[in-house]
């Protein structure tokens, strides 16, 4: 029996977590051949998912107010902290763990650390160049690259950039199908809650809705979003909605200010919720508007709805889902020509209808869950 350790570098609920949940849910079932803990670098709202299928760790643990409040008194906050982590590593070592599966490439700053585990470590890539360069240090992303025996790629696009700018070798690298979420798959529209999810916005039942997904930053592309509804500012029958985001970030309160100040009356943010699904079941078209995304499991979701999906070119993984057929691919930022597209396809609605159902027949093909599970499986077995 191989005995695993799942390494995230926190337990938000976004796309990588997410995966590496999904995975880990199936794994449980394999328990004749695998055993596993998680190492959480840092908490978030699903932690207590990860915690119902396996022990977990946590690396910025927290002491006791008591004994940490004598801590910090007689030795100081960062030597406290440390022994914290000293902590965490002991209890590790004492697991003889086989593998260590390292779900990101934010994880360089531990991996020296837990190289003390004496095994293998596969790093899990979901990251392109400018989330590398966003999300990590050149001397942490450093570590992953020297310490990492293989690596996993989520897509072809995030492999690609591993060998051309980073120089790694094509043979030490998977790319492994992502997972479907459960959600997608069971999910059934509620025309009703469509109705009422409009109305509660006040989008009109004839407007097209134009749908944008993810965190508000630039990276995402919020201010493509709200350019491309710029250029559609006179066309009241065309709507946008932005979920994600916490309207406590800088970046959100940022964008809000540019919509009200551009009087994009037609434009609508909305910050996360647990109920996705709901949101996107009523978009017409799914707009990725991202200046880059390795492989958006929210592509996929919109596909299981049968919505067409744009995107743009040089972006990253979704033009390799969408291709010619489930949706529109893009040149690179070209506002004017995602606005012409958006309007063919409300214009067309054999065509938009046509795109959207082939996205859902590609993704339940592509992303075979039994298909996917069993490549995961495969990398676990190999490794040594």
């Given amino acids: 029996m191989k005995n695993i350790l799942f390494v995230s570098h926190d337990a938000n609920r976004a796309g990588a977590q997410i995966l590496l949940l999904r995975f880990l849910r199936l794994l449980i079932d394999r328990k004749d051949e695998f055993k ?21 760790y946590f690396w910025k643990q927290t002491l006791p107010s008591r004994k940490r409040a004598l801590m910090n008194k ?19 070592k004492k697991q003889n763990f086989d593998l260590i599966i390292s779900n990101t490439v934010t994880n360089g700053d531990i991996l020296p650390d837990l190289k003390e585990l004496n095994c293998p470590i596969i790093t899990y890539v979901h990251e392109l160049e400018m989330g590398i360069q966003q999300y990590t240090s050149p001397e942490y992303f450093r570590n992953v690259i020297k310490l990492s025996n293989t690596f996993i790629a ?38 009703e809650k469509n109705i009422m999810l409009r109305n ?9 809705l134009i749908g944008g997904i993810g965190t508000v930053d630039l990276r995402k592309g919020v201010d493509i979003f709200l350019q491309v509804a710029r250029k559609l500012k ?30 994009l009356d ?18 017409d078209v799914f707009f990725v508007s991202s200046r880059e995304d390795p492989y958006p499991l929210v592509v996929l979701e ?15 993984g979704a033009q390799d889902f969408v291709e010619k057929d489930s949706g529109c691919i893009i040149e690179y930022l070209d506002v004017e020509k995602v606005a012409d597209k958006i309007v063919e396809l409300k214009e067309n ?28 499986v495969e990398i676990l077995n190999k490794a040594n």
């Fill in 302 to 316: 919109s596909a299981t709805l049968s919505k067409p999906i744009i995107c743009f070119d040089k972006a990253g």
């Fill in 36 to 56: 596993f803990s998680i190492l959480l670098k840092d908490g978030g709202i699903i932690e207590e998912d990860f915690k119902t299928i396996a022990p977990v």
């Fill in 200 to 208: 509660q916005y006040g989008i009109p039942d004839n407007a097209f």
């Fill in 74 to 92: 007689l030795i100081g906050k960062i030597t406290a902290y440390n022994l914290a982590h000293n902590d965490t590593l002991e209890n590790l």
């Fill in 266 to 283: 037609q434009v609508i943010f909305q910050t996360s919720v647990t109920n996705p699904l709901d949101f996107m079941s009523i978009f």
């Fill in 154 to 191: 989520c897509g072809e696009a995030v492999k690609q950039n591993l060998i051309i700018n980073h120089q790694i070798n094509n043979e030490k690298i998977k790319v492994l199908p992502s997972l479907l979420p459960e959600s997608a798959l069971s999910f059934e529209v509620d025309i």
């Fill in 349 to 376: 609605t054999v065509l938009c209808k046509q795109m959207g159902e082939m996205g859902r027949k590609k993704v339940l093909e592509r992303h075979n869950q039994e298909i996917a599970f069993q490549t995961f």
């Fill in 234 to 263: 006179t066309r009241k029958d065309i709507y946008f909605l932005w979920l994600g985001g916490q309207s406590s970030e800088t970046d959100y309160k940022l964008f809000q200010i540019d919509k009200n100040r551009l009087s």
